[in-house]
């Protein structure tokens, strides 16, 4: 009856898993906003170092984790795999439910994994300074932290309806020494160009990256970092997954679903691109992607080329979008308010590889309430949507009298997400309906890709 499965120090991975060797098909391009032809090297050497523009691109099944990047990670590696005993019983279903906790990190949540090797990078390049966005402050913290350990400055532009429902993830950045911005802001043209035309705009994460993309291209010194979606980010969180793999066999078992929540993709890839590895080698894995209903990219979107940013500044992907000008509700789960979508898990729900399933908050507060009860933790209204699915998954196994192992990644804590919790306490948690109008008009403005 083990509840918590820790790994030594040493036992933390040597490298990273990169999934594109193993993907259905070779990866459309991306490509150059500006002329509408695949992006080179030298087109994304104003806004990243060398390091990861090659780690983007890379066809190498494993790449090597630095040594200095691994010592950090000492701090809270390998995070450990519970068993949720207390919430099965309080089920009463069959099924074995094991989570896998990121929140024991310094920022509370999986974000650090890859903050900590960008700043990293970014320092060996000479670069001073990173310009990033963040939606409920996670990857905002993160980067704060790191810049902080390389010596580097950092400034934030955080989506503005989040910078007023989490102050104190603000806060912590402060703390750790960033410059931190509401956004859409004055200090860009990004900023200014939707201010302009919508003073009260609450902001998105489309429009932040958007001001961070234009301060790192206008200073030399000056390099831009992103939390999700792109190539290299999902690469530097397979550590998840695979601390959990290994965990699961010290317990003698395997999981039959694999639960993450997913706004950009990056604790989705994360946690299921091991056990992908894995399905491919003939494992009967499912990977189970889920989302707010509210913003359903993967679920409600199309798998077209987009911008990655509100102001067409981004390069252009192919991934499941509701359109890059799309302004998501304000909901708390601020860090999956995202327009778009991993190209990475984009093609593999578009190959059929991967299931995807949304949730209306009120829902996945009730799940994360329910979990905080007997589990002690408070999720971050982010990983409350993978504990729904978590549950329901449970739920199912005993309606129909069937053992099942289930894994889902707790992504990060909600301690600071406590706004939202007195918000479904005291009955004032909105839903907020799927916008089919809003969306539909951004879809009409899709970029016009021919290869």
Same mark, same amino acid.
């Given at each position: 009856?083990?509840?918590?499965?820790?790994?030594?120090?040493?036992?933390?991975?040597?490298?990273?898993? =990169?999934?594109?060797?193993?993907? $259905?098909? $070779?990866?459309?391009?991306?490509?150059?906003?500006?002329?509408?032809?695949?992006?080179?090297?030298?087109?994304?050497? $104003?806004?990243? $170092?060398?390091?990861?523009?090659?780690?983007?691109?890379?066809?190498?099944?494993?790449?090597?984790?630095?040594?200095?990047? +691994?010592?950090?990670?000492?701090?809270?590696?390998?995070?450990?795999?519970?068993?949720?005993?207390?919430?099965?019983?309080?089920?009463?279903?069959?099924?074995?439910?094991?989570?896998?906790?990121?929140?024991?990190?310094?920022?509370?949540? %999986?974000?650090?994994?890859?903050?900590?090797?960008?700043?990293?990078?970014? +320092?060996?390049?000479?670069?001073?300074?990173?310009?990033?966005?963040?939606?409920?402050?996670?990857?905002?913290?993160?980067?704060?932290?790191?810049?902080?350990?390389?010596? @580097?400055?950092?400034?934030?532009?955080?989506?503005?309806?989040?910078?007023?429902?989490?102050? /104190?993830?603000?806060?912590?950045?402060?703390?750790?020494?960033?410059?931190?911005?509401?956004?859409?802001?004055?200090?860009?043209?990004?900023?200014?160009?939707?201010?302009?035309?919508?003073?009260?705009? =609450?902001?998105?994460?489309?429009?932040?990256?958007?001001?961070?993309?234009?301060?790192?291209?206008?200073?030399?010194?000056?390099?831009?970092?992103?939390?999700?979606?792109? =190539? %290299?980010?999902?690469? %530097?969180?397979?550590?998840?997954?695979?601390?959990?793999?290994?965990?699961?066999?010290?317990?003698?078992? *395997?999981?039959?679903?694999?639960?993450?929540?997913?706004?950009?993709?990056?604790?989705?890839?994360?946690?299921?691109?091991?056990?992908?590895?894995? +399905?491919?080698?003939?494992?009967?894995?499912?990977?189970?992607?889920?989302?707010?209903?509210?913003?359903?990219?993967?679920?409600?979107?199309? *798998?077209?080329?987009?911008?990655?940013?509100?102001?067409?500044?981004?390069?252009?992907?192919?991934? *499941?979008? @509701?359109? %890059?000008?799309?302004?998501?509700?304000?909901?708390?789960?601020?860090?999956?308010?995202?327009?778009?979508?991993?190209?990475?898990?984009?093609?593999?729900?578009?190959?059929?590889?991967?299931?995807?399933?949304? /949730?209306?908050?009120?829902?996945?507060?009730?799940?994360?309430?329910?979990?905080?009860?007997? #589990?002690?933790?408070?999720?971050?209204?982010?990983?409350?949507?993978?504990?729904?699915?978590?549950?329901?998954?449970?739920?199912?196994?005993?309606?129909?009298?069937?053992?099942?192992?289930?894994?889902?990644?707790?992504?990060?804590?909600?301690?600071?997400?406590?706004?939202?919790?007195?918000?479904?306490?005291?009955?004032?948690?909105?839903?907020?309906?799927?916008? #089919?109008?809003?969306?539909?008009?951004?879809?009409?403005? @899709?970029?016009?890709? #021919?290869?």
């Amino acid at each position: 009856m083990q509840t918590k499965i820790v790994l030594d120090e040493s036992r933390i991975p040597t490298h990273w898993y =990169n999934i594109i060797p193993d993907m $259905p098909g $070779p990866l459309a391009p991306v490509i150059n906003p500006r002329n509408l032809q695949p992006v080179t090297p030298d087109d994304l050497l $104003p806004i990243f $170092p060398m390091a990861i523009i090659e780690q983007e691109v890379s066809g190498e099944r494993w790449i090597p984790i630095p040594e200095e990047v +691994r010592e950090i990670y000492r701090l809270w590696r390998p995070s450990p795999l519970y068993r949720a005993h207390r919430l099965e019983q309080a089920l009463g279903t069959p099924a074995k439910i094991y989570y896998k906790y990121e929140g024991v990190s310094p920022a509370g949540s %999986h974000k650090p994994n890859t903050a900590i090797p960008q700043a990293w990078y970014n +320092r060996q390049a000479g670069i001073r300074r990173l310009a990033t966005e963040t939606g409920a402050g996670q990857w905002g913290s993160s980067l704060a932290l790191a810049c902080s350990m390389f010596g @580097l400055e950092c400034t934030v532009y955080m989506v503005k309806v989040s910078c007023t429902q989490k102050p /104190y993830r603000k806060s912590m950045m402060q703390l750790w020494g960033a410059n931190v911005i509401p956004s859409p802001s004055e200090f860009t043209n990004a900023g200014r160009s939707i201010l302009a035309h919508d003073p009260d705009s =609450n902001g998105s994460l489309g429009i932040a990256i958007s001001e961070a993309v234009e301060d790192a291209a206008s200073r030399a010194d000056t390099n831009y970092a992103l939390g999700s979606v792109l =190539n %290299h980010v999902c690469l %530097h969180q397979t550590i998840i997954g695979q601390e959990a793999r290994e965990q699961l066999a010290l317990a003698g078992d *395997y999981p039959d679903v694999v639960i993450a929540c997913c706004g950009g993709g990056s604790n989705f890839a994360g946690t299921a691109f091991p056990f992908l590895a894995d +399905r491919a080698a003939g494992k009967n894995v499912r990977c189970l992607a889920v989302e707010p209903a509210s913003c359903p990219t993967l679920t409600k979107g199309i *798998y077209a080329f987009d911008y990655g940013d509100t102001a067409k500044m981004a390069p252009i992907a192919m991934m *499941y979008t @509701l359109g %890059h000008d799309f302004m998501p509700p304000g909901i708390h789960a601020g860090g999956l308010r995202y327009h778009g979508e991993s190209p990475l898990v984009s093609q593999l729900h578009h190959a059929g590889l991967i299931e995807a399933k949304s /949730y209306r908050q009120t829902a996945c507060f009730e799940a994360a309430h329910l979990f905080a009860r007997h #589990e002690g933790i408070v999720p971050a209204p982010e990983s409350s949507h993978a504990v729904r699915a978590a549950i329901d998954e449970a739920v199912i196994a005993k309606e129909e009298g069937k053992e099942k192992t289930i894994l889902f990644c707790l992504s990060g804590h909600g301690q600071l997400d406590m706004v939202a919790y007195d918000a479904y306490l005291s009955g004032g948690l909105e839903d907020v309906e799927y916008p #089919e109008e809003m969306i539909r008009e951004s879809l009409a403005k @899709l970029p016009k890709v #021919e290869l």
